[in-house]
C-alpha cells in the first residue's frame, strides 16, 4: 500500500510539472500583452537607466535601474521619461489606466471629464515621487538643472485664462521645493545652456499680458513686452540673453505682426512689413520660425507673399467650388490640394543683422529649398531649385534636377553654382564646401566655396560608392557619408562595404579606413554618440563601427583609430543581429540589443570596450510559455540561375519526417533579416511569424530579384523554384501551401495565383493588379502621379505605356484572372493613399464575374493599412482563419462562408471572439 501511494504521489508530480512546463501555442489575444521597449534612456553620470516596457493594448510600465540590474522602481503608465542634467531626477508623464478609461467611455463620459495625465518628479536618491494633477506640458532644461517649466489646469479654474484654453505656467525649483507661477500663458521656452524662461501671458486682474523673461538665478523677471495682441514664434537664444517674437498690437481683424528683439535690458528692436528689405505685397509671416546664429549676431525670420482676401460681397452659394488642372503646370492639381494647408503657411528665409539693425531678404519664390552654413554664421547660405525641372519630375521622380545657388546673407544677391545636377546638396560642418553626390556618373562632388573650384572627389574605378545592388529601372542611390573630419579636413564615404577618407579638393588620393569590408563582406558603418550638429569628427579619434557580415547575416561591434593603417579592431562578435548602441553622456557606460529570431532585443549594459555585460530589462518573461520556433538560412537557384538566399522558419518542435503546411511571404529580399526578432504583433499587412510557427506553420521569406520589364515574371523566376526545393526536402505539404503579401507583395502574390496552382490559398493585401490604369492613377497620400514609380522604381516597367504597352499588359494580374484556380482573400482600404482601393476592387469585381472564390476586407476609412489595433487585431484573426481553414482544414468561418450583410455592419462579427 505504501509502495502504492509512492507512485501515485510521483505520478502527481510528473503531471504537476509536466503541466507547468508545457508549453502553448501563441494566440492574438496574448500579442496584444507583448511588451516593446519604446524608450530608452540613460542619466548622464551613467548611474541610471530608464526605460518604458509597452504593450500594443494596455498600460505601459517605466522602470528604473542601475547599470548592474538593480530595480530601483517602477511606474505603471510612465512616459516621456526625461532624466535632469544633473542625474538627480527622472521627470515623466503618467498615463490614466486604459481599463479606467475605456470604463468611463462606456458610461458617455464627456472627453474633457476623462482623467487627465499627470506630471511625475521623482527624487532618486530619496526614492521619493511628487505628483501633479491635469497636466498639459513639461519642458525640462537640455544643460542645466534645478527647474522644470510646465503647465497644468489650475483647480476649479473659470478666469480668463481657462475661457481662452490658455493655462497656468509653473516654473518649479527642484532643489527647494518652491513653485512660481504665471496665470494664462500661451507659449514658453527655455534656454539651451543657461538658465533662462521666457513666456507669453495672455494675463488676469493681477498679472499684465505681455511677454517675459525669467532669470532663474536670479530670481528675477523681466517685462520685455506689455501688451495686449496676438503673439507667435516665441524664441530664446541658447544663451538665454537674447529674445525675440512676432507680435501683433492692434485691434485690426486681418493681424500684422512686427518682429521683436531684445537683448538683456538693452532696447528693443523692431523689423515691421513698412521695412524697405520685405518685398512689396509680402509681410512678415507669423509662421516662420525664428532663430538666432550660433554667434547671437543674426536673427531669422520668415516673410511670405501677402494671400488674397476672399470676396466678402458675393454670397458663399454664388461661388463655383472646382479644381482647374492645367497641362504645362509645375505641379499637378492633386499635389497643390495635398500641400495647401502647407503652402498656405510656407514662409521664405530673412535675416536681421543685429549689430547693423539691416534687414535683408535671403529666399525667394524661385529656391525649393535653403540651408544655413554654419548656424548661419557664415556669409553665405546654400539654396537649390527644381522649379525649371518640375513638370519632368511627374515621371522621372527623383533624384530631382535641381541647380544649386548661393546667397549673400549681406545683399541677399544669389550666384548660380551649378545647373541641371541630379543631386541635392549639403554643406560641410565648417562651411568650406558644398557637396553632392551626383546620381548620373555615381561620383561625389565638391564645391570650394573660398576658390569657386569644383571637384569630383570619387571615380567608379576607386570608389563604387553607388548601389551595387541595384535592381529598378532609375540611377543608383548612393551609400551616403559618414561626416567629415573636424575643420573640414576630409569627407568619409561609404562604399558598399568599407569606409574612405576623401581629401576634398583632390589634394591626397582617397584612403580606405576599414581595409577589409570587401574582401571579408562586412558593410561597415558609423557609429557617432551625442554629436552636437554640424560638428566634424576629430582626426586622432577612435571611432565605433557596426558590421554586418553579409554571408552570415551577423553583426559585430568594432573599434577603428582614425590615425592608424590598421583593419577594425572586433570588439563584440557573437551570432546576433545588433541594435545601435547608445553612451552615457559623461561615463563610458553603453546601452545595446542583440537579438535572433529566438532571443529578445533586451537592454543590455556594458562599458566601451563591450566588457562586462549585464542584462537589464526583462520585457517578455512570457515567451517561454509559448512554442516558438527557428530561422535558417536556405539557398536554391532561380530559373534565370542566379544562387538565392531566403529564411526559413520551422515550429519549435519540427518534425523533418512530417509534412507541415507552409506560408509563403515576401516583399523584395530580407534574408538580411535572418537573424531578427520579429517582435510578435497584430500586424497590419503582414502575418506574424511567431504565431504561424507556433501554431505548426513552416513560412517561407524568399529574396527577388528583378528584371527590368519583367517584375511579375522575376517573382515566379524566383519565388516558385524556391518553393519546389523545399517541397524536395520531403517536410513540407504540397497540397497546403498559402502565400501572403501586401502593396508590392501583394501585387507579386496576385501575379503568382496566375501561373501556377500551387497555392491552396493567397492573401493579397492592396494590390496592384490593373498597370495600365494604375499608371495614369494618382497616389492620394502625396498627390503624385503613379507613372514615376513604374518607369523608374518598384514597379520595374522601365517604359511608359505608350512605349511598351505590351508589357503593362503581361504583368497585370487582372487580364489573366481566369487562369486562377485559387481562393483569394483581398485587404483593401477605401482611404488607401498609396495604392488607389479601385485597383483591389477591380481584382475582387473580377473574381466575383468570373465566379473564382474570393472575399475582400476594408476597413473604413484606413489608409494602406489598417492602423488600428481593434482593425489590425480583426485582420489577424480573419486572415488565420482563412489560412487554416484551406491548409489546416478548420471549418469555414461564418463571414467566409455567408458573409456579413451590410445591415449587420458592426454589430455581426461572422467569428467566435475566442481570442
Not at 569606409?499 to 579638393?505: A, F, G, I, Q, S
Request: contains cysteine; glycine residues 6%.
Amino acid at each position: 500500500m505504501k509502495n502504492f501511494l509512492s507512485l501515485l504521489i510521483l505520478l502527481f508530480i510528473s503531471a504537476s510539472l509536466t503541466a507547468q512546463t508545457e508549453k502553448r501555442p501563441l494566440t492574438f489575444k496574448e500579442i496584444l500583452k507583448w511588451n516593446r521597449i519604446t524608450e530608452t534612456h540613460l542619466s548622464n553620470n551613467g548611474k541610471y537607466i530608464a526605460w518604458k516596457e509597452e504593450p500594443w493594448k494596455g498600460d505601459a510600465t517605466l522602470k528604473l535601474s542601475t547599470p548592474d540590474a538593480k530595480e530601483i522602481v517602477s511606474f505603471n503608465g510612465g512616459n516621456k521619461a526625461r532624466f535632469t542634467a544633473d542625474s538627480q531626477f527622472l521627470i515623466f508623464t503618467e498615463v490614466p489606466p486604459a481599463d479606467t478609461i475605456r470604463a468611463l467611455k462606456l458610461l458617455k463620459t464627456k472627453k474633457e471629464d476623462l482623467p487627465q495625465d499627470k506630471l511625475v518628479i521623482f527624487k532618486i536618491e530619496q526614492n521619493k515621487s511628487e505628483k501633479i494633477e491635469n497636466l498639459k506640458s513639461v519642458k525640462v532644461p537640455e544643460e542645466w538643472s534645478g527647474w522644470i517649466a510646465y503647465q497644468a489646469e489650475a483647480p476649479n479654474d473659470t478666469t480668463e485664462s481657462a475661457k481662452n484654453k490658455t493655462n497656468p505656467l509653473y516654473i518649479k525649483n527642484l532643489n527647494t521645493g518652491i513653485t512660481k507661477t504665471y496665470p494664462a500663458v500661451s507659449a514658453f521656452e527655455l534656454a539651451k545652456d543657461q538658465p533662462f524662461i521666457s513666456f507669453i501671458s495672455e494675463g488676469d486682474s493681477t498679472f499684465s499680458a505681455g511677454v517675459y523673461r525669467v532669470d532663474l538665478m536670479a530670481g528675477k523677471v523681466s517685462t520685455i513686452l506689455e501688451a495686449e495682441g496676438k503673439f507667435e514664434q516665441l524664441c530664446i537664444a541658447d544663451n538665454g540673453e537674447q529674445l525675440a517674437f512676432l507680435a501683433d498690437t492692434t485691434d485690426a481683424e486681418k493681424p500684422s505682426f512686427a518682429l521683436y528683439y531684445r537683448a538683456g535690458e538693452n532696447e528693443t528692436i523692431i523689423v515691421d512689413n513698412s521695412n524697405a528689405a520685405i518685398p512689396e505685397n509680402w509681410e512678415i509671416s507669423e509662421n516662420g520660425e525664428l532663430s538666432f546664429s550660433e554667434n547671437g549676431e543674426r536673427l531669422f525670420f520668415g516673410t511670405a507673399p501677402i494671400l488674397p482676401e476672399k470676396d466678402t460681397t458675393i454670397p458663399e452659394e454664388e461661388i463655383p467650388v472646382l479644381d482647374v488642372w492645367t497641362w504645362n503646370e509645375e505641379q499637378l492639381q492633386t499635389v497643390q490640394l495635398n500641400n495647401r494647408e502647407k503652402d498656405l503657411k510656407k514662409t521664405y528665409l530673412a535675416v536681421v543683422h543685429l549689430d547693423e539693425q539691416k534687414t535683408v531678404q535671403l529666399e525667394t519664390e524661385l529656391f525649393s529649398g535653403i540651408r544655413k552654413i554654419k548656424n548661419g554664421d557664415a556669409d553665405q547660405l546654400l539654396a537649390f531649385s527644381n522649379r525649371p525641372y518640375a513638370l519632368q519630375t511627374m515621371w522621372e521622380g527623383s533624384p530631382y534636377h535641381n541647380d544649386f545657388y548661393l546667397i549673400d546673407i549681406h545683399s541677399g544677391e544669389a550666384e548660380k553654382i551649378k545647373t541641371d545636377c541630379r543631386a541635392t546638396p549639403s554643406v560641410s560642418p565648417d562651411g568650406k564646401f558644398v557637396y553632392w553626390y551626383n546620381a548620373i556618373d555615381t561620383t561625389w562632388n565638391t564645391y570650394d566655396m573660398a576658390s569657386g573650384t569644383e571637384y569630383q572627389i570619387t571615380d567608379p574605378a576607386t570608389i563604387q560608392t553607388a548601389d551595387e545592388l541595384n535592381d529598378v529601372p532609375n540611377l543608383p542611390g548612393s551609400y551616403r557619408t559618414a561626416g567629415w573630419l573636424e575643420n573640414d579636413e576630409a569627407i568619409l564615404i561609404y562604399d558598399r562595404y568599407d569606409l574612405w577618407k576623401v581629401d576634398p579638393t583632390n589634394a591626397t588620393a582617397p584612403v580606405n579606413l576599414t581595409q577589409n569590408g570587401r574582401t571579408e563582406k562586412i558593410n561597415y558603418r558609423l557609429v557617432r554618440f551625442n554629436p552636437e550638429p554640424n560638428t566634424g569628427i576629430a582626426p586622432s579619434e577612435t571611432v565605433l563601427l557596426t558590421g554586418h557580415n553579409e554571408v552570415s547575416r551577423t553583426d559585430a561591434y568594432y573599434a577603428l583609430d582614425l590615425r592608424k593603417n590598421k583593419a577594425p579592431e572586433v570588439l563584440f562578435s557573437q551570432n546576433y543581429k545588433l541594435g545601435r548602441p547608445v553612451k552615457a553622456e559623461d561615463a563610458d557606460l553603453v546601452i545595446f540589443t542583440k537579438e535572433d529570431f529566438e532571443t529578445y532585443p533586451n537592454l543590455i549594459a556594458a562599458n566601451l570596450r563591450f566588457k562586462k555585460e549585464t542584462q537589464i530589462s526583462d520585457a517578455a518573461p512570457q515567451q517561454n510559455e509559448f512554442k516558438w520556433g527557428t530561422a535558417e538560412l536556405v539557398s536554391w537557384r532561380s530559373l534565370d540561375g542566379l544562387v538565392l538566399k531566403g529564411t526559413l522558419h520551422k515550429p519549435e518542435d519540427f518534425d523533418p519526417n512530417k509534412k507541415y503546411p507552409m506560408i509563403v511571404n515576401f516583399y523584395e529580399k530580407s534574408s538580411q533579416n535572418l537573424l531578427s526578432y520579429h517582435m510578435p504583433e497584430n500586424h497590419r499587412s503582414t502575418i506574424d511569424y511567431h504565431y504561424y510557427t507556433s501554431h505548426g506553420y513552416i513560412v517561407f521569406n524568399p529574396d527577388v530579384y528583378y528584371k527590368e520589364g519583367y517584375p511579375g515574371e522575376s517573382a515566379f523566376n524566383c519565388v516558385m523554384p524556391g518553393i519546389t526545393a523545399l517541397i524536395d526536402k520531403g517536410f513540407v505539404d504540397e497540397a497546403h501551401i498559402g502565400a501572403q503579401g501586401h502593396s508590392w507583395g501583394g501585387y507579386q502574390v496576385a501575379y503568382l495565383a496566375t501561373r501556377t496552382n500551387m497555392f491552396a490559398a493567397i492573401e493579397s493585401g492592396a494590390p496592384v493588379v490593373n498597370m495600365f490604369s494604375a499608371y495614369g492613377g494618382i497616389r492620394w497620400g502625396s498627390g503624385l502621379n503613379r507613372s514615376f514609380q513604374y518607369e523608374h522604381t518598384q514597379s520595374r516597367i522601365g517604359k511608359s505605356i505608350w512605349e511598351a504597352p505590351l508589357r503593362y499588359l503581361e504583368n497585370s494580374p487582372l487580364f489573366t484572372l481566369d487562369k486562377i484556380n485559387t481562393p483569394i482573400l483581398i485587404m483593401h482600404n477605401d482611404d488607401d493613399g498609396a495604392v488607389p482601393w479601385y485597383q483591389g476592387i477591380e481584382f475582387f469585381i473580377g473574381l466575383r464575374r468570373l465566379q473564382k472564390p474570393s472575399w475582400m476586407l476594408n476597413y473604413n476609412d484606413a489608409d494602406h493599412w489598417p492602423t488600428k489595433i481593434r482593425d489590425k487585431h480583426d485582420f489577424q484573426i480573419r486572415m488565420a482563419q482563412f489560412f487554416d481553414h484551406y491548409l489546416k482544414g478548420t471549418p469555414m468561418p461564418k463571414w467566409m462562408n455567408e458573409g456579413i450583410p451590410a445591415k449587420n455592419k458592426g454589430v455581426d462579427m461572422g467569428y467566435e471572439l475566442v481570442e
